[in-house]
């Protein structure tokens, strides 16, 4: 049966715009696939250690080198792996601070990042393939070609060529503006805002309102 991986970043809660549209998508794949299941990890209420300068050193170890912690981190990695391998789709909640991604999300990229368990180490072909993933990503201003922050955003396409390292080609739907309705300077933003919105709900319908077949 198809599976879904569903991953939340933001630090915000219940008024989070991403929460919001991750879990619309979420819904819409579960209508599409009734029969599917889910997982479900929040990076921001459960965020992971971390990672050390010995862990990070495993990478370069054979395993019978390792010492204890270094056996955790490649746990803690082939468990995150797992988790991507066992979803014919991902969804990741992608919010913009500071014009980068959430630490959370680093530090998650910072455990996949594993030759031997997410990469081949003779060839570096990445190992995660064979999925959807959808990043879903939001933006408290705007950042498209003709703003005046036009290339701020460097969050989705960090981890767009991050992913890819591992195999995974990942699509984005962003929504931008999010602010709007928030900082009184960019009241005149709101009508602006509310068509990025309707246009990234109507993305996340389009995208996830048809089943999807289980990986063989």
Known sequence: MPHLLHIDSS???EASVSRTL????AQAWKAANPDGTVTYRDLAAD???????EQNYARFLPVEQYTPAQVEARALTQQLA????????VILGLPLYNYNAPATVKTWV????FPGVTTDPATSEGLLGGRKFQVIATRGGGYGE?????GWDH??????????????E?????????LAGIVPAMEPLKPLAAESLAAGHRDIDAVFGEPVAASA
């Open 47 to 53: 965020p992971l250690p971390l990672l050390t300068g």
């Open 170 to 178: 990942a699509d984005v739907i962003a929504v931008e503006l999010t």
């Open 155 to 168: 969050a989705s396409p960090w981890l767009v060529q991050v992913l890819s390292t591992l195999g995974i």
């Open 22 to 25: 991750t879990a619309r998508a």
């Open 82 to 89: 797992d988790e991507i391998l066992a979803a014919d789709t």
């Open 110 to 113: 910072d455990h996949l990042v």
């Open 11 to 13: 630090i915000q809660g």
């Open 146 to 150: 003709g703003t005046p922050r036009h």
